[in-house]
T-cell receptor, first 116, second 113 residues
Framework: EAGVAQSPRYKIIEKRQSVAFWCNPI?????LYWYQQILGQGPKLLIQ????????DSQLPKDRFSAERLKGVDSTLKIQPAKLEDSAVYLC??????????????FGPGTRLTVT | AQSVTQLDSQVPVFEEAPVELRCNYS??????LFWYVQYPNQGLQLLLK??????LVKGINGFEAEFNKSQTSFHLRKPSVHISDTAEYFC???????????FGKGTMLLVSP
């Protein structure tokens, strides 16, 4: 079974530029999560999708961050414009609604963003 | 709402020594508990989980954890560590019936020869 795929793995941009990250979840997983992991901290949930609908985006800075999951499969997270404090690893995870391990989250390798 | 406290940001230990990484949680509902490991430049990998049943759970790589409801703790242990166990370890909690995970700040395990 293929895992969660993310790209790019690394990105360096200047502040005020825009950037986009892509995530392809495990096949059949209805729920997709985006986390922000700042150095020295645990992952913080930014947004959660179930199929193509948003379940929770309470911690997403909506003035600069946006995310979509148009066909209920892969997803894109965008930052526009970026700030220095957005430097972090952005993790994508997915989980199934049923089966043997419902709600168990599987993580991708992450995208490390550096804003200069 | 849930919260997780990992009291130790860093735990240095010599190879083949035992180790315990501490995790305490708070929640107003029944919880499921998890330990994840993160190697450098990689995503999170599930080590073990407590959903129900026996309070002592065994995971991969020789790790185990004990759920203590009265002390709201879920400490991770390994009787003998290896150099390859050097990584960051995260404790996480999820309310039963919910899918959202809340993570602690992590504990860096540093194993030296």
């Amino acid at each position: 079974e293929a895992g969660v795929a993310q790209s790019p793995r690394y990105k360096i941009i200047e502040k005020r530029q825009s950037v986009a990250f892509w995530c392809n979840p495990i096949s059949g997983h209805a729920t997709l999560y985006w986390y922000q992991q700042i150095l020295g901290q645990g992952p913080k949930l930014l947004i959660q999708f179930q199929n193509n609908g948003v379940v929770d985006d309470s911690q997403l800075p909506k003035d600069r961050f946006s995310a979509e999951r148009l066909k209920g499969v892969d997803s894109t997270l965008k930052i526009q414009p970026a700030k220095l404090e957005d430097s972090a690893v952005y993790l994508c995870a997915s989980s199934a609604l049923g089966g043997t391990t419902p709600y168990e989250q599987y993580f991708g390798p992450g995208t490390r963003l550096t804003v200069t | 709402a849930q919260s997780v406290t990992q009291l130790d940001s860093q735990v240095p230990v010599f190879e083949e020594a035992p180790v315990e990484l501490r995790c305490n949680y708070s929640s107003s509902v029944s919880v499921y508990l998890f330990w994840y490991v993160q190697y450098p430049n990689q995503g999170l990998q599930l080590l073990l989980k407590y959903l129900s049943g026996s309070t002592l759970v065994k995971g991969i790589n020789g790790f185990e954890a004990e759920f203590n409801k009265s002390q709201t703790s879920f400490h991770l242990r390994k009787p003998s560590v290896h150099i390859s166990d050097t990584a960051e370890y995260f404790c996480a909690v999820r309310g039963s019936g919910y899918s959202t995970l809340t993570f602690g700040k992590g504990t860096m395990l540093l194993v030296s020869p």
